[in-house]
């Protein structure tokens, strides 16, 4: 089964600074890989979704980035934070329709 | 657009007392249903998982959903809930053949607090 592994599992950085959250797969090849931010009070919205190496779609407009330089590494990234960028990001792994979660990242923007 | 709906944003109820939480879905193609829990301060967990096959399905920790196709619905239940059921549910759904590299869309969530 694959396991994924997300860190840090929590983060404090100063508006303006940049960011970098790293998630890593094991147990499977060629999986789809996604990112997702869970805001206070509000459900999953998804971030960034890939299909393969180097293949990113972005979801919604913002402030981040990902990109997946190889095939079971996603990064999510900013190269300045903005306030509202605080939030619980996940990241997510699915081969087929099972879906493989990890422990996230809470990120506070201050 | 491919949308899930919950309906029951908060739900407060007394240990013993009877829990269904609303998911509905728009689309009607084939879908695979899911709900998770997020307990406090925890990571998401699979409760359970509606693919094909009987509709009613049952999951972990007491929990069961049925899918009405009909009713495009996948409402989540447990006859008798307990305080440890504190927690966030979601409602997630992958719409097949709709385009979206099996993507899950996520319903808001809803929050039961139950009192002991």
């Known amino acids: 089964s694959q396991t994924i592994h997300q860190w840090p599992a929590t983060l404090v950085q100063p508006v303006g600074s940049p960011l970098s959250l790293e998630c890593t797969v094991e147990?499977?090849?060629?999986?789809?890989l996604y990112w997702y931010r869970q805001a206070a009070g509000r459900g999953l919205q998804l971030l960034f979704y890939?299909?393969?190496?180097?293949?990113i779609s972005s979801e919604v407009p913002q402030n981040l980035s990902a990109s997946r330089p190889q095939d079971r590494q996603f990064i999510l990234s900013s190269k300045k934070l903005l306030l509202s960028d605080s939030g619980f990001y996940l990241c997510a792994c699915s081969t087929g329709s099972d879906y493989t979660f990890g422990s996230g990242t809470r990120l506070t923007v201050v | 657009a491919q949308s899930v709906s919950q309906h029951n944003h908060h739900v407060i109820l007394s240990e013993a007392a009877s829990l269904e939480l609303g998911c509905n879905y728009s689309?009607?193609?084939?879908?695979?249903l899911f709900w998770y829990v997020q307990y406090p301060g925890q990571h998401l967990q699979l409760l359970l998982k509606?693919?094909?096959?009987d509709p009613l399905v049952k999951g972990i920790k007491g929990f069961e959903a049925e899918f009405i196709k009909s009713k495009f619905s996948f409402n989540l239940r447990k006859p008798s809930v307990q305080w440890s059921d504190t927690a966030e549910y979601f409602c997630?759904?992958?719409?097949?053949?709709?385009?979206?590299?099996?993507?899950?869309?996520w319903g808001l969530g809803t929050s039961l607090a139950v009192n002991p």
């Open positions: 147990g499977t090849s060629n999986p789809n």
């Open positions: 997630a759904v992958i719409f097949l053949n709709a385009g979206n590299n099996r993507k899950l869309i």
């Open positions: 689309y009607g193609g084939t879908v695979n």
């Open positions: 509606y693919f094909s096959g």
């Open positions: 890939s299909v393969g190496i180097g293949q």
